[in-house]
């Protein structure tokens, strides 16, 4: 009587260490991936019409499944100051990261801050800021400031000072 | 050639059995190749030199010398040589030459305790050198030697000593990245391969890919003083794309591919180069996260 099956795979035969298999559930390969974070900056407004009160503000819009955030959507509005003082709160609050660069302030561009190139440069420039900065992960579990400047409706920089 | 303009001599270094060892293409500090002779540990050094007279002319001389040196050369805080090996032989005793004369010579089973190492601060060479004593300048000719040595498996070399285990570690962000990395084994001869994996267990970082580098680091000096410095030998991408939670991605990396070095450990109290495999995962926004660890190599017949 035959011992070996003739039709016995050559796998099976031989002795493999035991390799410890991690399967996949179906959820954890096709559902939605655990880092979707879009942050983005659009549709700057100028408010007032007297030219000493007037200012521009733009939308934060923020789609995250990432718990570090209160929020897994959020919509908001910011000015330039806003990111300024925030950025300063950011950089003292860290040693160790490298915070950019915003872009410019209007200063040498006084006269043209409300033209509409100007403004959609610093909205590009203003979205790559939060961009970079929102998807550090030491700054998203580490920053007190950085969820609450992204999802705040109101964003109050005396609470971080 | 260390040939000096006016040299009355012409000094030819040549081993025995030249054609048929086996040789080995090394770097030259200016950046060509150059093939030289490869001896082992206890090896003989055998073979002939002459020396010729110029345009006839007699040459009167205090001695004909050979030498084989093994020197440690550190440029650690300036460039300093340090012999661990001298033998000599002399060739002829003060007289004159008229016509070509070749002189055998032989250093029996010589000990060769390390390998030759051409690093960035520290070079370990091994050379014949020829000296012909005379009243006005020496003349000088040295031959360089190539040497290797093979891992005996039971010797009592430190790194034979070290059993073999696998290398498996938990490493991450707390949070935002968990993986657990596994290599096969935690010492490679040089022409092995590494096999291994990477399993993603929390994955909250947007990773663009992944890539395994070598690195060799060698150190020279002792404290204060001690330099290190690391050089990346090879970079290699292990996967394009982000992964997911549960995500398993396989290492093959064949070490025969690469110009690597053995790992010495403070040879001669002077030097000690060691390797390194790193992991580097790179995100969306360039950032870097990277984790080391030390394998040890070693030459294999």
Known sequence: MPTANPFQSFDSSITHKPIKEHKQTFDELYGEPENFLEVEVIKPVTHGNKSSSMYTDYEIVCRTNIPAFKKRFSRVRRRYSDFDSFRKILESETTRVVIPKLPEKSLLNYSNRFNDDFIEERRKGLEKFLIVVSGHPLLQTGSKSLISFIQDDVWDKNKFL | ?301
């Open chain 2, 1 to 301: 050639m260390s040939f000096m303009f006016k040299s009355p001599l012409d000094i030819e270094l040549r081993l025995d059995g030249e054609d048929s060892r086996e040789t080995v293409e090394v770097k030259t500090a200016k950046g060509r190749k150059e093939k030289l002779s490869l001896y082992k540990d206890g090896e003989t050094v055998k073979g002939q030199v002459t020396i010729r007279t110029r345009d006839n002319k007699k040459v009167e001389h205090l001695g004909v010398r050979i030498q084989l040196l093994g020197t440690i050369e550190t440029n650690n805080d300036g460039i300093q040589a340090d012999d661990f090996l001298s033998l000599a032989h002399e060739l002829a005793s003060p007289g004159e030459l008229k016509h070509p004369e070749t002189f055998q010579f032989e250093f029996r089973n010589v000990e060769k305790q390390y390998e030759s190492y051409r690093g960035t601060n520290v070079r370990l060479r091994y050379y014949l050198k020829v000296t012909v004593s005379r009243k006005s300048a020496d003349v000088i000719r040295e031959k360089e030697l190539w040497v290797y040595q093979y891992q005996v498996a039971n010797s009592k070399d430190s790194t034979a000593a070290l059993p073999t285990t696998t290398v498996k570690m938990d490493v991450g962000i707390e949070d935002c990245l968990h993986i657990e990395f596994e290599y096969s084994k935690n010492k490679y001869s040089l022409k092995d391969v590494i096999v291994g994996r990477i399993y993603f267990l929390l994955v909250r970082l947007k990773i663009k890919h992944m890539e395994l580098s070598l690195i060799r680091r060698e150190t020279c000096g002792a404290a204060p003083h001690q330099m290190s410095n690391s050089e990346t030998l090879a970079r290699f991408e292990i996967m394009d794309g982000a992964p997911v939670r549960g995500e398993t991605i396989p290492i093959r990396l064949f070490l025969g591919g690469f110009d690597l070095t053995p790992t010495y450990k403070d040879i001669n109290k002077k030097f000690s180069t060691r390797t390194f495999l790193s992991l580097v995962l790179i995100d969306e926004d360039a950032r870097r996260y990277f984790k080391q660890s030390e394998i040890i190599l070693y030459r294999d017949e």
